[in-house]
Structures are given as structure tokens and as C-alpha cells.
């Protein structure tokens, strides 16, 4: 100053981040696989803030269903949960995202992309149960049994002896019972009485998929039918 005195010595300053590393990202499926459902959540995890450099618009569906599905994004910087909806809801087939390059950090370092690993399986179409050929096609007591299979997709069968509908003709008549476990079971018919035919048809509703449909009644053309004579 204007007397001599030297200044103090001040300091430190506030410091500065350097960063010069761009952002990366981690996505992964936040809802069930597969699925029947007409939207799906994906969850998105930057490496650092991104602020609002990150919209929808940087959002594009990928896979068979990608054409159409509308997009949306929740921001909680660094996290995002993204929404992707389908164009055709009764649609199979795969869906997944990508993420474009107009992402920076906060530091201006620009996003690479990314296209994600985690890909969903849209299912619906419901499992439908096959009844087999019965044992013997002519009897006049039985038993007689029918193989009931469904296909490999199934999560879960309930079948019972109730959904079992016995289309009869003439005087024919049964008793029904069911067993096995798994994909395959057995109705069998027991009892039999009276002159005619037998058939067996399942109804539907006696099984559930991994993405959650419910099953369709067997076909009319794979019913199966016996012959009852006294």
C-alpha cells in the first residue's frame, strides 16, 4: 500500500473441475419380460448429469415394433425412466431403445449413443392347448385317454376334470378325470356307456403364458372323438 506494507497472501480460489470424459450410460428393463402389456419401462442411469440436454427426442424404439411407438422420459439427473408405448397393441415381436448424440454433460462433452442390450419380448398370442388322438377310437366301457399338451411358453396350467366339455352324441357317456403335471396331461374318460361318439374339447382360461395371456380353448379342428358301442 501507499506506507510499504506488503499484501497478505489470499487464497486458495474456488477450484475448477477439469472433465474431459464423455457421459455413459447404463439402461436396463424396468418392467416384466416378456409381456402383453401395450407400454414398457425402460430405466436409464448417465454416468454424471446431463441436465437438460436429455428429452424424449433423443429417444428413438428400436426392434420389429420400434416403427410408431411414442416415447416419453421422467428426468431425475443422472436417472430417467423412459416409456415407450406401442404403435399396435395386439402386436408380437421385439422392442427395445436407442439413445442419439445431442447429450452432453455439464461440462459440454458430448454423449457417444447407445443402443441397449436390454430388449423386451412383446407376446400376444395365448397358448392353446392340443388334444391329442384318444388311445383306442372304438370301445364300449374304456377307459380311453386323451394327451392334452400345451406349448412351451405356458407358465402355468390349471386344468381340472371341470374344464374338460364332453360333446357327446347318441346316448355315449362318460365319466372325465385329468392327471399329469406340467405341459402335458391326460383326460381320460371312464365309465363309458350308451352307443355313439365322445369328444373332448378344453375350454379356455386352463393356462397363463410367461407374458401373461391367458389361454385359448382348443381348436375345433383338433378336438378329438371316440367311438361308444354297448
Known amino acids: 500500500d501507499l506506507f510499504g506494507n506488503p499484501a497478505p497472501a489470499v487464497g486458495p480460489s474456488a477450484e475448477v473441475t477439469v472433465d474431459n ?3 455413459t450410460v447404463t439402461i ?7 409381456t402383453n402389456a401395450n407400454s414398457v419401462l425402460f430405466n436409464a442411469r448417465f454416468s454424471e448429469k446431463v441436465g437438460n ?18 416415447i416419453g422420459v421422467i428426468a ?24 442419439g448424440t445431442n447429450i452432453f454433460d455439464l461440462a459440454g462433452n458430448p454423449f457417444q449413443g447407445a443402443v441397449s442390450d436390454a430388449v423386451y419380448t412383446i407376446d400376444n398370442t395365448p397358448p ?6 384318444p388311445t383306442t377310437t372304438v370301445t364300449n366301457t374304456g377307459p380311453i385317454s ?7 411358453d405356458t407358465e402355468t396350467v390349471t386344468l381340472g376334470a371341470g374344464d374338460i366339455a364332453l360333446v357327446k352324441t347318441g346316448t355315449a357317456d362318460a365319466a372325465v378325470s385329468i392327471s399329469g403335471s406340467g ?43 371316440c367311438a361308444a358301442f354297448p
Open 76 to 99: 431425475n439427473d443422472p436417472n430417467y425412466t423412459i416409456s415407450v408405448g406401442l404403435a399396435d397393441p395386439n402386436a408380437d415381436g421385439t422392442l427395445g431403445i436407442a439413445l
Open 146 to 152: 386323451f394327451p392334452i399338451t400345451y406349448p412351451s
Open 28 to 34: 436396463w428393463r424396468a418392467s416384466r419380460n416378456p
Open 53 to 70: 440436454t436429455f428429452t424424449a427426442q433423443d429417444v428413438s424404439a428400436t426392434g420389429s415394433l420400434g416403427p410408431g411407438a411414442t
Open 128 to 133: 392353446t392347448p392340443v388334444v391329442g388322438p
Open 183 to 225: 405341459l402335458t396331461r391326460t383326460a381320460t374318460l371312464s365309465g363309458i356307456t350308451g352307443q355313439g361318439t365322445l369328444r373332448v374339447e378344453v375350454a379356455p382360461g386352463t393356462a397363463v403364458d410367461f407374458a401373461g395371456n391367458v389361454a385359448l380353448g382348443s381348436a375345433p379342428r383338433i378336438e378329438r372323438e
Open 21 to 23: 470424459t464423455p457421459p
